[in-house]
């Protein structure tokens, strides 16, 4: 009885890692989708986890053990959508809804940039002072 309640408690613990591990891909790729920016994203270190989770999720179903191959499926999947987010989003630049655009270029401008490096035009004294709104905003999340 004792030996089994252990057993059942490590299974559980499994699942619950296998979850955290599978869910967390996903805050990153919510993060991408949101201020698409990709640049700092290494392409070969995802392709090689990407590999990785796959060939482990093919010997996991070889050698019949369920929770491992729920954990490589469940983590090879969210790997190849950030793989696609490199591809898709390797023009774009940083973006954020709080962002003002140059009002010259209508470039999108970062909160702390004072001027367009763009097309090199100040911000405007409106575009300053929102800016100066947001940064306390973001100060007391
Ligand atoms: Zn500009």
Known sequence: MEGTQHSDFVQILSWIAVFLLSTSYWFQIWKIHIHKEVRDLSMIYHVFLALGFGILAYTAWVEDSLIFLVKQIAT???????????????EDRWHDDDDPYCTKCNSELELIWNHCPFCGTEKSEEQQQSQYQAILKNNNK
């Open 76 to 90: 090879t999947i969210p790997v190849c959508v950030i793989i696609a987010q490199i591809i898709i989003h390797k």
